[in-house]
């Protein structure tokens, strides 16, 4: 499994853009959108996280960090 670089980590990507980036396709259907999910979910697995994106609502989400997370899992 590759993980992302620190700097995909601290600089997101679009939906589009990482879509692309993973190399699953040229634009975003609901196809693409539903591997790059499993993708992240691999990733938050990889690092433990993955109860946050059930506990938050999901990936479309929209919370703020700081609010979100307890000291031991805010990113640095």
Known sequence: MILPSAFQVIY??????????????????????????????????????SYLVTREGGWDANTEWGETLSLGTTPL
Do not use: H, I, N
């Open 12 to 49: 997101p990507l679009s939906t589009a853009d990482a879509v692309a980036k993973e190399g699953l396709g040229e634009e975003l259907t609901e196809g693409s959108r539903k591997a790059l999910e499993q993708r992240l979910d691999e990733l938050m697995e990889a690092v433990r996280l």
